[in-house]
């Protein structure tokens, strides 16, 4: 699978971005789709995970109630709706992939991910 992250820029506090991340390569909807976010001099950590579907989601809890992950499989696209950003938010974000027969699933360990994008910044200012 190969991934392709946008939507990555600059916003202020309390702003709003779209990140998108197109697949390519396999059959998509045959993949749990992660969004993971690094910041300088950090580890990389999940933000959110959708199942195959799209009907099972989880979320980390920094960004409950703010970010919501979706995808459309006929599209072979995964978003991240960001709202109400906090500088804390600031990261390089990067979409993955993991194949998996599981139609429930979803994945929050990035090592469990086979596919990664290449990254969007997101940068957040006061």
């Known amino acids: 699978v190969q991934l392709q992250a946008s939507g990555g820029g600059l916003v202020q506090a309390g702003g709003s971005l779209r990140l998108s991340c197109a697949a390519s390569g396999r059959t998509f909807s045959d993949n749990v789709m992660g969004w993971f976010r690094q910041a300088p001099g950090k580890e990389r950590e999940i933000v959110a995970s959708?199942?195959?579907?799209?009907?099972?989601?989880y979320y980390a809890d920094s960004v409950k109630g703010r970010f919501t992950i979706s995808r459309d499989n006929a599209a072979n696209t995964v978003y991240l709706q960001m709202n109400s950003l906090k500088l804390e938010d600031t990261a390089v974000y990067y979409c993955?992939?993991?194949?998996?027969?599981?139609?429930?699933?979803?994945?929050?360990?990035?090592?469990?991910?086979?596919?990664w994008g290449q990254g969007t910044q997101v940068t957040v200012s006061s």
């Open positions: 959708i199942s195959r579907g799209g009907g099972k989601t």
């Open positions: 993955a992939a993991k194949p998996t027969a599981y139609v429930s699933s979803t994945y929050y360990r990035a090592r469990e991910y086979d596919y």
